[in-house]
């Protein structure tokens, strides 16, 4: 192994090598604040230099930003508001991080996948579960399970591989009957075991506009946003103590604001 420093070596970024946002490698996204504003979802920053300040959509002086930039109260829960001068490194889990922008358009994303966004974009709740809307003009930031590939409508997408759609209408549900009628279906149907897949279920998407997918038919798995893990040294750890007391044995009440979580876990 390669010394520090030495040819051949890692490299160790500081303040004036980080680019200004933009991606560090594949998997890590660096976002300059000057004395601006960014919505971060929790969970999502893992370090930062500079001056900068995290507060929750519910903070009083952020009244009137999130009046304008901000409209899916069943997610409030989920985002924070990074304000302040700096530059702060997104991540999530080493899944592929690019950044996206929108000039005066509209797109829905799954809301698991998207990771911070600039005040300018206006976020808006999908009517299809699970996704969230940016219109707008500005740079965003996603997360996707593999390399994102873009489509041209009509097109029919497993379900599994959506990451979200731009300037076109939302899918329709599409059941291939041959396949749930013929020899799998009803083997599925005597024995109960399996559930639908790509090639029996697809989102349709028609008209114009574009598609984004992740070569992957894999969802990113769930994890609770924010969360500190449970291990040895790590202060603030969210495991229950031996008597069966800690943050996890408290039997709080979920809140409204996380049912994202939910519909993320069924891939909605």
């Given at each position: 192994m390669s010394a520090y420093g030495t040819p051949g070596g890692p490299v160790v970024h500081?303040?004036?090598t980080l680019p200004a946002d933009d991606n560090v490698?594949?998997?890590?996204?660096?976002?300059?604040?000057?004395?601006?504003?960014?919505?971060?979802q929790k969970g999502k920053m893992i370090a930062y230099y500079g001056a900068i300040e995290f507060n929750g959509i519910g903070h009083g002086r952020l009244d009137r930003l999130v009046r304008t930039s901000f409209h899916s109260p069943l997610h409030a829960s989920d985002w924070v508001v990074a304000e302040g001068s700096g530059k702060m490194?997104?991540?999530?889990?080493?899944?592929?991080?690019?950044?996206?922008?929108?000039?005066?358009?509209?797109?829905?994303?799954?809301?698991g996948n998207l990771l911070a966004f600039q005040p300018s974009l206006?976020?808006?709740?999908?009517?299809?579960?699970?996704?969230l809307t940016l219109?707008?003009?500005?740079?965003?930031?996603?997360?996707s399970n593999g390399p994102v590939v873009f489509m041209e409508p009509p097109l029919r997408v497993d379900p599994q591989a959506l990451v979200g759609w731009a300037d076109c209408p939302s899918p329709c549900h599409h059941y291939d009957h041959g396949y749930l009628t013929g020899v799998m279906g009803g083997l599925r149907a005597m024995t109960g075991l399996g559930g639908a897949s790509g090639e029996e279920?697809?989102?349709e998407f028609v008209g114009a506009g574009t598609v984004l997918l992740q070569s992957s038919e894999a969802l990113m798995a769930e994890q609770p946003t924010g969360a500190v893990p449970s291990a040895p040294g790590v202060?603030?750890?969210?495991?229950?103590?031996?008597?069966?007391?800690?943050?996890?044995?408290?039997?709080?009440?979920?809140?409204?604001?996380?049912?994202?979580?939910l519909q993320r876990r069924f891939g909605l």
């Open positions: 500081d303040p004036m490698n594949a998997y890590t996204f660096c976002v300059e604040l000057k004395a601006g504003q960014w919505f971060l490194l997104l991540a999530d889990r080493a899944f592929d991080v690019n950044s996206y922008d929108l000039d005066d358009g509209n797109l829905t994303i799954r809301a206006a976020l808006k709740q999908s009517i299809v579960p699970g996704f219109i707008g003009t500005g740079k965003f930031v996603a997360a279920h697809q989102f202060p603030g750890g969210g495991g229950a103590a031996p008597g069966g007391h800690g943050p996890q044995a408290s039997g709080a009440p979920r809140l409204p604001g996380q049912l994202g979580d």
